[in-house]
């Protein structure tokens, strides 16, 4: 890809699991409204755990985390020890014309450039893990074509959903790819990402409207035990 593109960078801060899985399904059902691809990099305010769509619950431990069920499918993922980022690429963009594989070839290879910064020669996973229980997975415990690895370590995964509004696309990243410096880690994923990409960075500052939504949304769906346990969820009715 070449030429210089304008995306957004949303440098968020902390959050809760709940609001966390609900501002990245907000932002892809307003993608085509915003208009061009949205980077967030964000935290979690609590020790978490991140369950795949079609995870079973017991997949993550039951002590000492908050469990959350993300939009898109992927392993178990443990918040404590990681950063975050969500991509959000609106329908009708490049990326949205490649399948899921080579679309997760193009956000990890600007991983590779950021392990690159940090002395780690990394490169991506060619081949598809054995047979595995996807029900049950742990991310970092199983590579798959296109994550990044460290010889045999895994150092970032992840996972997509795509719909007519375009994809939402989670990554996350191990902290000992840059000693546990979670703000080198951030700043250096944004260089990378847009050196890989050929993107020039805008700010993104989320409306008022977009985050009452947003709190919302994490409160209605994401922090109700019918979504997280069985996968089951009705909208509930605005007063």
Request: with cysteine; glycine share 8%; hydrophobic share 35%.
């Amino acid at each position: 890809m070449t030429g210089k593109e304008e995306w957004r960078l949303w440098r968020d801060g902390s959050r809760s699991p709940y609001d966390n899985m609900a501002i990245d399904e907000l932002l892809l059902q307003q993608a085509t409204t915003i208009g061009t691809p949205v980077v967030r990099i964000y935290d979690w305010d609590r020790p978490a755990v991140s369950i795949g769509y079609v995870q079973k619950y017991d997949a993550a431990p039951q002590q000492d985390y908050t469990i959350v069920r993300r939009p898109p499918g992927g392993g178990v993922v443990f918040h404590d020890v990681d950063l975050t980022y969500t991509v959000v690429v609106p329908a009708g963009h490049a990326i949205c014309r490649l399948d899921r594989m080579e679309s997760y070839h193009v956000f990890h290879r600007a991983i590779l450039r950021l392990l690159d910064h940090f002395g780690h020669h990394g490169q991506l996973a060619q081949n598809e893990c054995g047979p595995v229980d996807r029900a049950t997975m742990q991310c970092f415990t199983t590579p798959t074509r296109y994550d990044v690895l460290c010889g045999q370590t895994k150092y970032a995964g992840a996972a997509q959903r795509r719909t007519r509004d375009g994809i939402l696309h989670q990554g996350s990243i191990a902290v000992t790819a840059a000693d546990g410096d979670k703000t080198a880690l951030a700043a250096n994923l944004a260089d990378g990402l847009a050196a890989e990409l050929g993107i020039v960075w805008q700010e993104f500052t989320p409306s008022d409207s977009f985050m009452a939504t947003a709190v919302r949304l994490g409160k209605d769906k994401y922090a109700r035990p019918e979504w997280n346990i069985t996968r089951t969820w009705k909208p509930v009715p605005e007063r």
